[in-house]
Nanobody, 124 residues
Framework: QVQLVESGGGLVQAGGSLRLSCAPS????????MGWFRQAPGKEREFVAA????????YYADSVKGRITISRDNAKNTVYLQMNSLKPEDTAVYYC?????????????????WGQGTQVTVSS
C-alpha cells in the first residue's frame, strides 16, 4: 500500500523554525514531482511549495517565499520543507503530496497521493 507520511510538526514561537519531512512508504516517488500544501482552520487547503522530480525546479506561494525552502533527497526517498521565520498565520495542518496528473504545480488537482498531515502551530 502506498502511503505518504509527514513528520516534524509541532509548536513553535513566532520567528522560530521547523523542518517537515515526507517519507513515503510502499514505493519510491523519485519519478514524481512533490508538493506541500496546508490547511488552516476555516480555510481552504492552499499550495505552499513544490519541487520537480529531479529537484531542479522549485515553486513557492508568495506568502512563504523567502522563508520556506523545499528540497528532496531521492536516495532517501524523502522530501523536506524547511520553514524559518514562522508566523502565527503559518499555523495549519501541512500535507505532503505527490504529483501524478497533468496541470499546474500550484493546483491540488495535479496531485494524486496525499499524506495524513502534520500539525504546525506557531504561537504569537
Amino acid at each position: 500500500q502506498v502511503q505518504l507520511v509527514e513528520s516534524g510538526g509541532g509548536l513553535v514561537q513566532a520567528g522560530g523554525s521547523l523542518r517537515l519531512s515526507c517519507a513515503p512508504s510502499g514505493r519510491t516517488f523519485s519519478s514524481n514531482d512533490m508538493g506541500w500544501f496546508r490547511q488552516a482552520p476555516g480555510k481552504e487547503r492552499e499550495f505552499v511549495a513544490a519541487i520537480s522530480r529531479n529537484g531542479g525546479s522549485t515553486y513557492y506561494a508568495d506568502s512563504v517565499k523567502g522563508r520556506i525552502t523545499i528540497s528532496r533527497d531521492n536516495a532517501k526517498n524523502t522530501v523536506y520543507l524547511q520553514m524559518n521565520s514562522l508566523k502565527p498565520e503559518d499555523t495549519a495542518v501541512y500535507y505532503c503530496a505527490a504529483r501524478v496528473n497533468g496541470g499546474s504545480y500550484y493546483s491540488q488537482r495535479a496531485y494524486g497521493y496525499w499524506g495524513q498531515g502534520t500539525q504546525v502551530t506557531v504561537s504569537s
